[in-house]
């Protein structure tokens, strides 16, 4: 059974940086793509970025660009996030979550697994 | 780029059927079939409804249904049960500088 654990919760100060890990079991990472989603406390889901599986080529959101990266680990099946220079509006569940294909194989920007989230809190 | 517009709250009574609508521009909701649904109850990962507008994923019930018309894509949710009371969200490749975009999120309370 395919599935994404993520690392423990993180408690960081303001300009500091935050690296959260993505475990992948179940399934080869090189087979889908990862892709990253926050959520503020009582806000709604945003989309942060995403890592493919063939070639680990990264696209950001333009919010975070400059500040976010991706990356994988193949050997040990592990995705990694990391955002620098934090402000408090920062502070939010962090979920990776797995790009699904569809019966053609083709990417559908759609995700089918998620990890179970990464609570990250940014204060002084 | 703004999220996908949803109504902030809908609410239906058991046994009911309700229609969550998301709202896009002819650049992306109207340009690609890449639409998914995503229901999240409270303190939950999300979890994935439909995807490329219509089509469920394995074990999601068949009381979940999507459409997409124009720029305006919906979640039709038939048979109302007390466990569909969650948020749902849309979700949209928009192709252009930050290529997936999220709905705000429709509370649906099950009256």
């Known amino acids: 059974q395919a599935q994404l654990v993520q690392s423990g919760a993180d408690v960081r100060k303001p300009g500091a940086s935050m690296k959260v890990s993505c475990k992948a079991s179940?399934?080869?990472?090189?087979?889908?793509?990862i892709s990253w989603v926050r959520q503020a406390p009582g806000q709604g889901l945003e989309w942060m970025g995403w890592?493919?599986?063939?070639?680990?080529?990264?696209t950001y959101a333009q919010k975070f660009q400059g500040r976010v990266t991706m990356t994988t680990d193949t050997s040990t099946n592990t995705a990694y996030m990391e955002l620098r220079s934090l402000r408090s509006d920062d502070s939010a569940i962090y979920y990776c979550?797995?790009?699904?294909?569809?019966?053609?194989?083709?990417?559908?920007?759609?995700?089918?697994?998620w990890g179970q989230g990464t609570m990250v809190t940014v204060s002084s | 780029q703004s999220a996908l517009t949803q109504p902030a709250s809908v609410s239906g009574s058991p046994g009911q059927s309700i229609t969550i609508s998301c709202t896009g521009t002819?650049?992306?909701?109207?340009?690609?079939?890449?639409v998914s649904w995503y229901q999240q109850h409270p303190g939950k990962a999300p979890r994935v409804l439909i995807y490329?507008?219509?089509k469920r994923p394995s074990g999601i019930s068949n009381r979940f249904s999507g459409s997409k018309s124009g720029n305006t894509a919906s979640l039709t949710i038939s048979g109302l049960q007390a466990e569909d009371e969650a948020d749902y969200y849309c979700?949209?490749?928009?192709?252009?500088?930050?290529?997936?975009?999220f709905g705000g999120g429709t509370k649906l309370a099950v009256l």
């Open positions: 979700c949209s490749y928009v192709g252009y500088s930050t290529p997936v975009l």
């Open positions: 979550a797995r790009d699904m294909t569809n019966e053609s194989g083709y990417e559908t920007s759609a995700f089918d697994i």
């Open positions: 179940g399934y080869n990472l090189k087979s889908h793509g």
């Open positions: 002819s650049s992306d909701v109207g340009s690609y079939d890449l």
């Open positions: 490329e507008v219509t």
């Open positions: 890592i493919t599986s063939y070639s680990g080529k990264t």
